[in-house]
């Protein structure tokens, strides 16, 4: 039996968190999330789109193991991406 069941059939928040060896905050997060929302599956979690795509992190990827040494704006250069992007991006991406 689910731990929202048991809860669901009157049993404590903490003989649930006894008998699933887990802390009582959690049970009690898990059974508010479950009466606001009726399930308790983690939400999707919108975060920010990426500036470049896969084929342009390619680009940059093997144009900086072409020479190793050079700098980042000098790969940025070389890479022709049409985008203005910051110098800490292509050298993440590099």
Partial sequence: MTKIK???????????????????????????IFQVTGKVE??????????LTIREKRVLCRECAKDPFQSAKAVHLRCNIPKKVSLWTVLRAG
């Fill in 6 to 32: 048991k809860l669901q059939l009157g049993e404590t928040q903490r003989a649930v968190s006894r008998e699933f060896k887990i802390s009582k905050t959690l049970v009690r997060d898990l059974w508010n």
């Fill in 42 to 51: 983690n939400l999707k979690r919108s975060i920010r789109p990426e500036k």
